[in-house]
C-alpha cells in the first residue's frame, strides 16, 4: 500500500501509533478534569447546575396545579351546559305548551264573537220593524205578510227541485240592506201592492259566508239571490283590475281553503239559496272578463280561465255537499249594446259558459240606460231578445233576468215597463221563470262620463203605476203576495 493512502495524522505506521497514545492520553486527561469539576463542592458549575433545578421544580408544581385547575374547569363547563340543554328542553316543552294553550283560547275567542255576531244579528230581527214581510210561509210561497218574531220558530224552506221548476214566477227585488233590512223594500212593496219572493244582494270574496242572509230571506219566505263577485266588497265599478283575485290565482287553489269553509258553511243552514257568481263576464268592466276591446287580457287572465274558474268553484261545493242546496245561475250582460262588435257574437258568449253540468239557471243582466243607440224603440224586444236567442241556442236551461232596471232619462221609462211585462206574457218566453229589479238610485261612468241613473220602481208615479198594473197582469203568471 502506497503511502498515499493514509491521512495526515497518519502517513505511517509509526506515526499511527504515536497518535492513538495521544488521544489517549487526552482523553484521561480531559475525563480527570471532569471528575474533579462535579465532585468539587464550592464549584460554580455546581452551583449554576442547583439554581438551575430550583428555579425548574416551581414551575413544575405551578404547571400541575394548572392543569389540576383546568380539569376542574372542564368538568364544570361540561355540567353547566348539560344543565343548559336541559334547561332549553324544558323551555321548549313549556313554549310548546304555552303556543297550543294560546291557539286554543284564540278559537275559543272567535268563537264567542261568532256566538255574539249571530246573537246580535237574532236581537236585531227581533227588534226589526214590524211592517216587514217576515212570516210568509216559505212552502208555499204566500203568507199574512206579518213577521214572525218567535226566535224559537224553525226556518223551512222549498226543497231544491221545487226552487229550480217554480210553478209561477218569481218576482225579486235589489234594495238598500235588504235582505239585513227590510224598511226600503217594504215600502216599495206596500206602493207597489205586491211584495217579492226573491231578494237578491251583493257580496265579496273578502267577506265570510253571511248566514243571517239566507235565514232572514226565508223567514220573510223568499229565495235569496246571492251576486257573489271574486273581488272585494268594496271595490267600484270603475276599475276591472284586481291582481290578488284573478282567474288564474283562483283556479290554482289560492283560494280553495276559503271556497271549502264557505260551502261548508252552506251547508250547516240546511237552506236553500240561488248564487249568481261572476256575472255579466262577457262585458269588459270587472276583473273576472277575459279580453278588453284591444283583445288584450283583463287582470292577468288568459281566454278559457272563467269556465275554469267556474267549474273549480262549482266542484269545490259539490266535494263538499254544497251542491244540494245551491242554485247556479250563469248570467251575462244583454249584447244589443256591447262594446266593442266582437264581443256580441254568439261564439265569443259561448265561450264564457260552463256547461249545463255546472249551471242551473241562466241569468241575464239588462237595463233601459242611456246613452240611446239609433234603432232603439224602447222595448222588451229591443233589450233582450236578441240576447235571450243566443242563450237558447247554447242551452234549454230556465232564464232568469237576474238584475233589470229602467233610467228616467228623457222620459222613457213608463213607455218601457210596460212593454216589459208585455214580454213575460207573450209564449216564446215561457221559459223565463222571473226578474230582480235593482230599485236603486246609482252614479257611475258611462261611456267616459259621470252619470246618475234612478233604477228605483217608484222613482217616479208614472212609472210606479206602469209596474203597478204590469205585474198584476194574469199572463205574466207571478206569484202575487199582497203586501200590507
Do not use: C
Not at 61 to 76: G, I
Not at 314 to 320: S, T, V
Amino acid at each position: 500500500m502506497s503511502s498515499s493512502t493514509f491521512s495526515w495524522w497518519a502517513r505511517n505506521r509509526s506515526h499511527a501509533r504515536i497518535t492513538a497514545a495521544s488521544l489517549t492520553v487526552l482523553a484521561l486527561v480531559l475525563g480527570g478534569l471532569t471528575y474533579f469539576v462535579w465532585t468539587t463542592p464550592d464549584t460554580g458549575v455546581r452551583q449554576a447546575r442547583d439554581t438551575a433545578i430550583a428555579a425548574v421544580n416551581p414551575i413544575a408544581a405551578q404547571n400541575e396545579a394548572l392543569q389540576t385547575r383546568l380539569s376542574s374547569a372542564k368538568k364544570t363547563i361540561t355540567v353547566q351546559q348539560l344543565k343548559l340543554r336541559r334547561a332549553a328542553a324544558a323551555a321548549a316543552v313549556a313554549a310548546a305548551a304555552h303556543a297550543k294553550q294560546l291557539a286554543t283560547a284564540q278559537q275559543q275567542v272567535t268563537a264567542a264573537q261568532q256566538q255574539a255576531a249571530q246573537l246580535k244579528a237574532q236581537l236585531s230581527e227581533a227588534n226589526a220593524d214590524s211592517g216587514g214581510t217576515g212570516g210568509v210561509s216559505p212552502r208555499s210561497g204566500t203568507g199574512s205578510g206579518k213577521r214572525n218574531t218567535t226566535a224559537s220558530a224553525p226556518i223551512t224552506a222549498p226543497s231544491r227541485a221545487e226552487l229550480l221548476a217554480p210553478a209561477k214566477r218569481y218576482f225579486g227585488m235589489y234594495t238598500e240592506q235588504a235582505p239585513f233590512n227590510w224598511a226600503t223594500l217594504d215600502a216599495t212593496s206596500k206602493k207597489i201592492g205586491v211584495q217579492p219572493n226573491l231578494v237578491g244582494y251583493f257580496t265579496g270574496w273578502d267577506e265570510n259566508f253571511r248566514t243571517s242572509a239566507v235565514t232572514r230571506a226565508w223567514q220573510a219566505g223568499r229565495l235569496p239571490l246571492m251576486t257573489w263577485e271574486s273581488r272585494p266588497i268594496a271595490a267600484g265599478n270603475d276599475s276591472n283590475v284586481a291582481p290578488d283575485y284573478s282567474l288564474p290565482k283562483i283556479i290554482g287553489g289560492s283560494f280553495d281553503a276559503y271556497l271549502h269553509q264557505y260551502a261548508k258553511d252552506i251547508v250547516s243552514t240546511g237552506l236553500p239559496l240561488a248564487i249568481r257568481l261572476d256575472h255579466e263576464m262577457n262585458g269588459t268592466w270587472y276583473p273576472w272578463s277575459e279580453r278588453n276591446g284591444s283583445n288584450r287580457s283583463i287582470n292577468g287572465n288568459n281566454v278559457g280561465d272563467y269556465v275554469k274558474m267556474w267549474r273549480h268553484v262549482h266542484d269545490i261545493f259539490q266535494a263538499e255537499g254544497a251542491n244540494d242546496l245551491v242554485i247556479w245561475v250563469w248570467a251575462p250582460n244583454i249584447t244589443n249594446n256591447m262594446q266593442p262588435a266582437s264581443h256580441t257574437t254568439q261564439e265569443f258568449l259561448a265561450g264564457y259558459y260552463p256547461g249545463d253540468d255546472y249551471v242551473d239557471w241562466v241569468g241575464l243582466s239588462g237595463y233601459l240606460r242611456p246613452p240611446w243607440r239609433a234603432g232603439n224603440n224602447f222595448t222588451f224586444d229591443y233589450t233582450y231578445t236578441s240576447t235571450l236567442n243566443q242563450l237558447r241556442a247554447l242551452t234549454s236551461k230556465r232564464i232568469l233576468l237576474a238584475e233589470v232596471g229602467a233610467s228616467e232619462t228623457d222620459g222613457h221609462k213608463p213607455g218601457w215597463v210596460k212593454t216589459f211585462f208585455e214580454g213575460f206574457a207573450n209564449p216564446a218566453n215561457a221559459d223565463i221563470i222571473g226578474f230582480s229589479w235593482f230599485s236603486l238610485a246609482i252614479t257611475s261612468y258611462v261611456g267616459g262620463e259621470r252619470s246618475t241613473n234612478d233604477w228605483r220602481i217608484d222613482s217616479r208615479s208614472d212609472s210606479l203605476k206602469a209596474f203597478s198594473t204590469g205585474i198584476s197582469r194574469p199572463e205574466g203568471n207571478f206569484t202575487l203576495i199582497p203586501a200590507d
